[in-house]
């Protein structure tokens, strides 16, 4: 029997809809896909402010706070710490975090984060790339 996870965030809707000629499922809380559910939770970790969660006050990152803050070679570190431990202690059981580069485009204006994680499962090499 195939895992089964929880699909973040829910959808609502019916169980089968039609896209493209094709039926697919959607209203439904459960993904086969481990990958997508691995994703989904680390945006999760990432884009929820600290004490957000009334039940979990440490869960998170808060990454949307640092869009708008002036990024120095110090900040960058800061907001490279703070990914780190929080994908570490909220998510950690599932992944290897390898590396983290938090850089700031000047010429955009951008907040580029690159994490760079293998699953534990399988210890196959993932890359995320989020520009805020």
Not at 39 to 67: H, M, W
């Amino acid at each position: 029997m195939a895992n089964r996870y929880i699909a973040s965030p829910f959808a609502l809707g019916p169980a089968l809809a039609l896209s493209g000629g094709e039926a697919r499922r959607e209203g439904i809380t459960e993904t086969l896909d481990a990958d997508q559910h691995l994703y989904d939770k680390i945006i999760a970790v990432l884009f929820t402010i600290p004490g957000e969660r009334v039940n979990r006050p440490r869960f998170g990152a808060g990454l949307n706070r640092s869009a708008f803050d002036n990024i120095s070679p110090l900040a960058s570190s800061a907001i490279e710490y703070r990914i780190r431990e929080s994908l570490s202690r909220d998510v950690g059981e599932e992944i290897i975090l390898e590396d983290i580069l938090v850089k700031f485009d000047d010429a955009d204006g951008v907040l580029v984060v690159l994490i760079d994680y293998l699953r534990r499962e399988d210890r196959s090499p993932n890359r995320l790339e989020i520009v805020i």
